[in-house]
């Protein structure tokens, strides 16, 4: 079984420019996260999504950050424009979330990214 | 809220010596409790979980916790470390199996020496 997909493994970009991020998800999971992780801190939720629809996103900086899982498959993060303190692994997991599962998150393997 | 925090942001131990990393939860509900441990430059694996059956749970590469409600800790452990254990380790907490996300402490580290 193919795991979380994320690409680009690693970005470097300068303060106030943008940068996207993509996840793919196992197949038939459908609940799909974001997670930021700062060095030295524990991950932390940026969005979750049920299929297509937000289910929480209430920790997403919304004034720079953006998410979309158009086909309930995929999906995208975008950060515009970027500020040193986003440099961070923006981590993607999925879980099979139905009665009798077992609630385990499936993690990518990141994508760093370092703003200057 | 719920929340978990991690004793020790930094473990070190011999190779054949035990391993003991904290973890205390805070939560309304019954928990759901998970260990998951990353290597450098990868993503995080579950190492065990809790989701309210036997309160010790077994793991992978020979780890195991118990969850103890009266002392609102899941703490994880392995009789003898190995050089290969040496990895960040993070205790997370849910209260529904079912469509909430993880939250996480903000990880131990874990050295093993020769």
């Known amino acids: 079984e193919a795991g979380v997909a994320q690409s680009p493994r690693y970005k470097i970009i300068e303060k106030r420019q943008s940068v996207a991020f993509w996840c793919n998800p196992i197949s038939g999971h459908a609940t799909l996260y974001w997670y930021q992780q700062i060095l030295g801190q524990g991950p932390k939720l940026l969005i979750q999504f049920q299929n297509n629809g937000v289910v929480d996103d209430s920790q997403l900086p919304k004034d720079r950050f953006s998410a979309e899982r158009l086909k309930g498959v995929d999906s995208t993060l975008k950060i515009q424009p970027a500020k040193l303190e986003d440099s961070a692994v923006y981590l993607c997991?999925?879980?099979?979330?139905?009665?009798?599962?077992?609630?385990?998150?499936?993690f990518g393997e990141g994508s760093r990214l370092t703003v200057l | 809220a719920q929340s978990v925090t991690q004793l020790g942001s930094h473990v070190s131990v011999s190779e054949g010596a035990l391993v003991l990393l904290r973890c205390n939860y805070s939560?309304?509900?019954?928990?759901?409790l998970f260990w998951y441990v990353q290597y450098p430059n990868q993503g995080l694996q579950l190492l065990l979980k809790?989701?309210?059956?036997?309160?010790l749970v077994k793991g992978i590469n020979g780890f195991e916790a118990e969850f103890k409600k009266s002392e609102t800790s899941f703490h994880l452990t392995k009789p003898s470390a190995h050089m290969s254990d040496a990895a960040e380790y993070f205790c997370?907490?849910?209260?529904?199996?079912?469509?909430?996300?993880?939250?996480f402490g903000k990880g131990t580290t874990l050295s093993v020496s020769s």
């Open positions: 809790y989701t309210s059956a036997a309160t």
């Open positions: 997991a999925s879980s099979f979330r139905a009665s009798g599962s077992t609630g385990e998150l499936f």
């Open positions: 939560s309304s509900v019954p928990p759901y």
């Open positions: 997370a907490v849910t209260f529904n199996q079912a469509g909430t996300a993880l939250i």
